[in-house]
């Protein structure tokens, strides 16, 4: 069974950095594209950021110049590093990918997990 386990939340001050880590297990043939969504109290689900199979990536503009995710793919881990965070960055963060495992290519979720920016 594939499963996705976020790491790296917590709490930070206002202009500080954190690095979300996602590492898929299981039985893995290929992972495709990798994002990074995140969902605030009362807001809806978006898209954060994204990264193909090939390095290529796309940033929500409200995170542009901030955040910066990348992958490794011979641990199957993908990442996001967040500097300068505001207080409107606070949210649950969930990593998604699409993995062709023993069960053909399905849409993994992790849990996610918890990034709150206040002093």
């Known amino acids: 069974q594939v499963q996705l386990v976020e790491s790296g939340g917590g709490l930070v001050q206002p202009g500080g950095s954190l690095r979300l880590s996602c590492a898929a297990s299981?039985?893995?043939?290929?992972?495709?594209?990798m994002n990074w969504y995140r969902q605030a109290p009362g807001k809806q689900r978006e898209l954060v950021a994204a990264?193909?199979?090939?390095?290529?990536?796309n940033y929500a503009d409200s995170v542009k110049g901030r955040f910066t995710i990348s992958r490794d793919n011979a641990k199957s881990t993908v990442y996001l590093q967040m500097n300068s965070l505001k207080p409107e960055d606070t949210a649950v963060y969930s990593c998604?990918?699409?993995?062709?495992?023993?069960?053909?290519?399905?849409?993994?979720w992790g849990q996610g997990t918890q990034v709150t920016v206040s002093s």
């Open positions: 998604n990918a699409d993995i062709r495992g023993a069960r053909g290519t399905n849409d993994y």
């Open positions: 299981g039985i893995i043939f290929s992972i495709y594209r």
């Open positions: 990264i193909t199979s090939g390095g290529s990536t």
